[in-house]
């Protein structure tokens, strides 16, 4: 809690966070990322940073399916917290899958930026960093 | 069939055949009248015919009876030349047989006789006075003229041959100072006279008659007169077949198919006035009352009455044809049409069964439907299972063998290596996963049988160390009223309590007696089974989609893969049954089962 961190990485698979935390540091050093295993941690933690005004992470990529809360039930949580977020957050929905449901549900949601397909390689993140940082990266 | 035909065609004919005969009978009795009429004038021009012959021979004899004779008449010698001239007259006429004078004592005075066709001659006087004309001549009265009874000839009491019929006249004769002097007998010959009697039109039988309705001609019998030269069929009783001739009244009659027509003839009495009209009327006398008769034979009024006959017959022959055909056409078409009716009435049974059976048919492919959607969503998930589940270890691995790859720090490979093995193993475990879940969509062998619930709940139950402590804080309940025996797979019925009474201990709450209750009922016709357990609960606004899918989890603190709902659907399903949840944080959860009916 002590840095901020840029990115959020909500994902189940330990391994798939691992390579994403290598892939972004290989393409920055300075930016911070932090990851969670479940959509629920990740729905408490921003529920607490709005609580307690810290600034949250400019992007945040959600996986679909995890325990206990799933990427929609992110979704849907972050919906209710939305009026208290003053900042812009980008959130990303990763999947493994690019199953149409999925693709027509995700675009359902507003709070979405965009749709990713696992695996994430080092040129989409470039992109999607490019979109988000722009004059600055 | 034919029986309907002919009952149709008898109640169609019965009343034409009734007009027929009426029409037949009237036209008979039609027929038969104007028959009689025309049998009528023939039979009076016959008699007035005979009668006129009669007038002609009393002209004759009237003639001779007003002639003035001589006193003390001699026509022999004295006045031989007085009669000459008569006698040359006489011999033209040719019906005149023998003409003779008598006297008061009633000999022959004079006697001329034709000899041959054509000559008369004065032959030897013959006395007579025996015979009944000479005795009633000399009982007439001046102008009284008697007419005798037609009879064969007969010369010396032997009936002269051949067969002569005659007539004869007698009157009384005066000298010029009007005494008597005697009679005139004159005989006429009848034959041709009777010959045109019998001579007949049409085959008609004609007969003449005397008082004693003896035949004296008739068209049947070739001789005159018959019963003088001992013919026995000389009476009506013999050749007539009629009882109802008389002389009463003139009739016409049908008997036994003979139209009869009879006028009798009767001249005695009668007056005439011959010559000038300042004569003095003549009275006839006779003994004779003829009768006249005609007959028509069956024969011939049949021959009248075949056309009509015939006419009828053929029309009646038509008709029946005719009626015949009309009620077989009618019947065989109303037939048809009753068949025709029956037959639309079997199809319309059959196409209500059709139909039944159609919707017994709809609904099995509704049911088939069903199962088929669930088939479809079960495989739409095991794709999704194999895409995501398995895809992204393996993305992974090929990321992190490429990182190796490109790796030269040895310390840094020395970390990348064990996520292989930690990949390796995901793998593994998923494979195990979806080979448990592949073995319920491939139900094939499935064996269903009749299942005692009670009893498996109770087998399941003891599997838990929990339940067979009696302070364990853990209870089953029972309550399988409403049904207990079920068909269905005994493996998956068992899978399936398991799991429910393995996730009501798991999350069942602290401080509280815990429970899980099975209750059957019937809801529908369809067997249901509640599960209920006084356990943490769910909340379902977050989870409710994904409480039955795979690896999901939603109590952080508490064990588990993320399998047990997920097979308890999909052993559902694969038997068509469903399942649905209702639940609350903090009080418990119902699961909601109902099986196919």
Known sequence: MNTKPNILLVDD???????????????SKELVVSTFTDGEQAVEYISKCTEEKVELPEVIFLDINMPFLDGW??????????????????????????????????????????????????????EIFKKIYQENW | MWKRVFKMFIGLYVPLFALNLFLYYSQKAKQIEAIMERQIRANTMKKVSFEEECHSFLRNTHYWATLKYPKNFDPLVEHSSFLRSYLELIEDITSYDQFRFIDLEGKEFFRA????????????????????????????????????????????????????????????????????????VINFKMKKILDQIKSTVEDKNVYLLDEDFRVITSSTIKEDLPYESGNKNSTIDGILNTKAITHIRDSTFVENGHIWSQQSIKLNGATFTYGSISNLPTEIVTPSNWLMALEIP????????????????IFNIISIIGLFVFSHIYLKNRIEKEQFYK???????????SKDQLEENNVMVNEMNNSLEIKNKQLSDFNYLISHNLRSPVTSMSVIVDMIRKEKNPELLNQLLPKLDK?????????????????????????????????????????????????????????????????YSKFYLQSIVHNFISNAIKYKRDNV?????????????????????????????????????????????????????????????????????????????????????
Not at chain 1, 76 to 89: G, M, Q, R, T
Not at chain 2, 343 to 353: A, D, H
Not at chain 2, 429 to 447: F, S, W
């Open chain 1, 13 to 27: 698979d330990e391994l798939y966070l691992y390579i994403m935390e290598k892939t972004i540091h290989q393409l």
């Open chain 1, 73 to 126: 039930g992110f979704l849907n949580e972050f919906k209710k917290l939305k009026p208290k977020i003053i900042s812009n957050i980008n959130i990303y929905m990763v999947s493994s899958s690019m199953r149409d449901s999925d693709v027509i549900r995700a675009s359902n949601f507003e709070e979405l930026t965009g749709y990713v397909v696992k695996p994430v390689d080092k040129v989409q993140l470039a």
């Open chain 2, 113 to 184: 006789e034709r000899v041959g066709n054509d000559s008369i001659i004065i032959s030897a006087i013959q006395n007579k006075n025996y015979h009944p004309y000479v005795k009633a001549g000399l009982q007439l009265k001046r102008n009284q003229i008697y007419l005798s009874q037609i009879s064969l000839n007969k010369e010396n009491g032997e009936i002269e041959k051949p067969h002569k019929p005659v007539i004869r006249t007698v009157a009384p004769i005066f000298d010029n100072e009007q005494n008597q002097i005697g009679l005139v």
């Open chain 2, 298 to 313: 069956p024969r011939l009024v049949k021959a009248v009455l075949q056309p009509v006959f015939e006419s009828l017959l």
């Open chain 2, 343 to 353: 037959e639309l009435e079997s199809k319309n049974i059959l196409l209500t069964r």
């Open chain 2, 423 to 487: 990949v390796a193993k995901s793998i593994t475990h998923l494979t195990e996963d979806i080979n448990d879940y592949v073995a319920i969509l491939d139900n094939k062998e499935i064996k269903i049988v009749d299942i005692d619930l009670k009893e498996l709940i109770l087998e399941v139950k003891h599997e838990f160390t929990e339940t067979l402590l009696d302070n364990s804080g853990f209870e089953v309940q029972l309550n399988l009223a409403a049904w207990n025996h079920i068909s």
């Open chain 2, 513 to 597: 007696d815990s429970h899980i209750q099975f209750e059957s009922a019937l809801e529908n016709k369809q067997k249901v089974l509640y599960v209920r357990d006084n356990g943490i609960g769910l909340n379902l606004d977050r989870h409710g989609d994904n409480v039955f899918k795979l690896y999901k989890r939603f109590h952080r603190n508490i064990s588990g893969k993320g399998m047990g709902l997920f097979l308890v659907k999909s052993q559902l399903e694969a038997l068509n049954a469903t399942i649905t949840i209702d639940s609350k944080v903090g009080e418990g959860t119902t699961f909601k089962l109902i099986f196919e009916k």
